[in-house]
């Protein structure tokens, strides 16, 4: 019993999800082993992040994806609308749940 | 003594709009981030004082990001302004409040905030208590629609007051100079650092928030549409479509018009019996003909520039970047950079400009290198005199003509080759990866028709200027030039002996293979400095041309049918084909200098638009003679 709980509540990319979800921000992904450009480009996504409201608790949306390739995607938070690529959105590790 | 006051603010928050409202200046509102990249200023007075307000480039926090972001913090690091003014948007409180939170700790002069889009908040029912927010914040708050010109006195106001009590401090204590310093220390510190700077704004935003407004549904729902992933293409396809339609069956009428009234001031002219012969050949074919050839196609690209305003007003921009990122992402661009490339069909300068919020040093050379391949509205005049010229317009399904069409071809074909241009850039010269996407999408406004209006008047009105200016100015230089020196009396041709045609007699021989004879040789050369001369010098030399031959005066053709006539249509097509290509418009390249700091990347623009423009015309040229 415990042990599914567990289970279902591990984080997940925000990446993975699809347009309807709703999840909750869990943490952030580390730096996996980028360097020079792309490791200050990670680290200034992430600030940017911050500054948008994206921090620990925080209650997300995903609406829409790309025609076609399903790719970027866009999240809402709070009263703010961004888009940003699959593949970027998967440093923030979330929890899925029921829309509040 | 003048003062400098700052507006300073996140990105899309109404700065530029609020500067238009009190300096009644022009500056570009749009509904996306990072219009304003460069920072703008203007004087206006206010309760007796003299001052200078300064537009900056919007930002998320004192960490720049990108070039643009860079200009704002350069700015407030050189002390060069005496007072404030911060702009939050009030639909996107906790956002805002960090950012004022975080200006207000590192540069601590006089501030009032802007709590903007009040208007919006209001139909939301965002309740928030201003007082409660200017105590925690300790400037004061004023809620301000500036579009509408709401609050912006009680704003000035507020301004006045607080440099006031500032005036009495100063007397009695000295006042810390700000420090502005940035530390950009250990990644995981800074991160934390913003996490607790955002809780604090989160928790003054919670306790000055009397009801939090709801979500904005209606663009969720708009979305739904315009992001969908059959309808959204479709309905773009349909508007730039529709668009291009208009441009040639919506604007002939007054197109005609402008043109009856000039055929007719040159009519007038002519009989002036006081005039000399040459007086009124240099009026009439001369600046009549010149001026008026370029000014008929107003209405067309006004007609473009309906469209872009309105698309830009509604917040379909950072929707576009969304929905061709992945498309992007194959050139190896990031959607970003879509921004600069769609302002450059307008004009390619502020496009240039516009590369400033592309944060990797490669792809802003990469997309700059793209930019003049994109249809800027100059070429509008010159493609539409080569299509109405040869091209005829039959009806296809549904109201839907040829020359609509093939308009729309000629944009999709240069845009096409930008994007390759781009990809093979990126893949050998400058390899790299491409940073994070992130762009916030904007709530859609439904843009009023006065700010269409204005947008419209303004560009309408930058157009004359450019046409009574630089073209007009060309034009009798391009007239000089084709009328002397007179030829002997008697002549069969007269215009052959004219400076112009020993010039564009001399580089016939390079232009003979792309089926240029020497008068169109001769109009390219001023349409370096700006394309559209290309009509006006035309018209001009057939003009002179035909006024010393045998045909009277009112047998003087318009230029489309005179071209019709004397060019066969491989000549037509192969223009519109270096149209697409060439190198023009010098300003263009001295910006592109400018901007990448490198006369190498700008001779090597030159040079590949010049491979592109005469190989491509070359080819066309040759192959539409055998064929057609
Ligand atoms: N309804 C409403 N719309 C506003 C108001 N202020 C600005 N806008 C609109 O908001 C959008 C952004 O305005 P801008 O003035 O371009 O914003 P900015 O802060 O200069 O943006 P950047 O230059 O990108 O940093 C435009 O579409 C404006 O028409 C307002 O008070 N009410
Ligand atoms: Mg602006």
Redesign the interface.
């Known amino acids: 019993m415990n042990l599914n709980k567990e289970v279902v509540n591990l984080p997940v990319p925000l990446g993975t999800l699809s347009p309807g979800q709703h999840a909750e921000i869990n943490s952030?992904n580390g730096a996996n082993g980028k360097q020079g450009?792309?490791l200050q480009?990670?680290?200034?996504?992430?600030?940017?992040?911050?500054?948008?409201?994206f921090?620990p608790g925080e209650r997300v949306e995903i609406?829409?994806e790309?025609?076609?390739?399903g790719?970027?995607i866009?999240v809402?938070i709070?009263?703010?609308?961004?888009?940003?690529?699959r593949e970027?959105a998967n440093s923030v590790l979330v929890f899925v749940r029921d829309e509040a | 003594m003048s003062i400098r006051i700052a507006l300073v603010g996140t990105p899309n928050s109404g700065k530029s709009a609020l500067f238009n409202k009190i300096t009644r200046s022009n500056q570009r509102v749009a509904n996306y981030s990072g219009v304003t990249v460069e920072s703008a200023e203007a004087d206006f007075t206010f309760s007796d004082r003299r001052a200078t307000l300064v537009d900056l480039p919007g930002a998320y926090s004192l960490r720049p990001y990108t070039d643009d972001e860079g200009v704002l913090l350069d700015l407030l690091k050189s002390h060069a302004f005496e007072a404030i003014v911060m702009v939050v948007d009030a639909t996107q409180l906790e956002r805002g409040v960090r950012f004022v939170m975080e200006v207000l700790k590192s540069f601590p002069l006089p501030t009032v905030i802007a709590l903007n889009m009040i208007d919006l908040a209001r139909a939301r029912e965002f309740e928030i208590n201003v007082q409660k927010l200017s105590e925690l914040l300790g400037a004061p708050v004023v809620g301000t629609a500036a579009v509408k010109g709401e609050g912006v006195t009680e704003l000035l106001l507020q301004l006045n007051e607080v440099l006031q009590n500032e005036q009495k401090c100063k007397d009695t204590k000295r006042v810390d100079t700000p420090k502005g310093e940035v530390a950009d220390s250990n990644p995981d510190d800074v991160a934390a650092e913003i996490l607790a700077f955002y809780k604090k704004a989160d928790e003054i935003v919670k306790s000055s928030l009397k009801k939090p407004g709801k979500m904005d549904e209606r663009s969720a729902r708009i979305d739904r549409w315009v992001l969908h992933p059959f309808w959204g293409p479709l309905i773009l396809l349909s508007v730039l479509g529709l668009t291009f339609q208009l441009m040639f069956n919506l604007a002939e009428i007054p197109m005609q018009a402008i043109q009856s009234a000039f055929s007719w001031a040159s009519t007038q002219v002519l009989t002036l019996s006081f005039l000399s012969e040459g007086v009124k050949s240099f009026l009439v074919d001369g600046i009549l003909a010149g001026v008026g050839g370029t000014l008929v196609f107003l209405p067309q690209i006004l007609i473009l520039f309906l469209l872009i305003l309105f698309l830009e007003d509604f917040g379909f921009m950072a929707r576009a970047v969304f929905l061709l990122d992945h498309w992007m992402g194959k050139v190896g661009l990031h959607g970003r950079a879509f921004l600069p490339l769609l302002s450059s069909f307008a004009c390619a300068i502020p496009g240039i400009m516009a590369t400033k919020t592309i944060e990797s040093k490669k792809d802003r050379i990469a997309t700059i290198m793209m930019i003049p391949l994109m249809t800027c509205s100059a070429r509008i005049p010159v493609y539409t005199l080569l299509i109405s010229s040869f091209i005829p317009n039959r009806n296809l399904i549904l109201g839907v003509k040829v020359q609509g069409l093939v308009m729309l071809g000629l944009y999709v074909v240069g845009t096409g080759f930008g994007f390759l241009s781009g990809a093979l850039l990126k893949r050998f010269f400058l390899k790299g990866a491409t940073p994070p996407l992130l762009i916030e999408l904007p709530s859609y406004k439904w843009p009023s028709l006065e700010s269409l209006a204005r947008g419209l008047v303004y560009r309408g009105k930058l157009f004359i200027h450019r046409v009574g200016t630089v073209i007009l100015a060309l034009t009798i230089l391009i007239w000089f030039c084709v009328s002397f020196p007179k030829a002997p009396q008697g002549s069969q041709n007269p215009i052959e002996s004219s400076f112009a045609a020993q010039m564009g007699h001399k580089i016939e021989p390079l232009l003979r293979p792309l089926g240029f004879d020497w008068r169109i040789g001769m109009a390219m050369v001023p349409a370096f400095a700006a394309r559209e001369v290309m009509v006006s010098a035309l018209t001009t030399a057939y003009a002179v041309q035909s006024a010393g031959s045998e045909e009277k005066e009112s047998e003087r053709l318009r230029l489309s049918e005179v071209i019709q006539k004397q060019w066969s249509v491989a000549t037509g097509l192969s223009l519109m084909v270096w149209f697409i290509f060439a190198p023009q418009c010098l300003s263009t390249i001295a910006t592109a200098r400018r901007e990448l700091q490198s006369w190498r990347w700008a001779a090597a623009m030159v040079f590949y638009l010049f491979v592109l423009a005469y190989s491509f015309s070359f080819l066309t040229y040759q192959i539409a003679v055998k064929w057609i």
């Open positions: 952030f450009d792309e480009w990670r680290n200034r996504f992430l600030y940017r992040l911050h500054e948008m409201g921090i609406l829409n790309a025609p076609l390739s790719d970027p866009t809402r709070r009263n703010g609308v961004y888009a940003m690529r970027d």
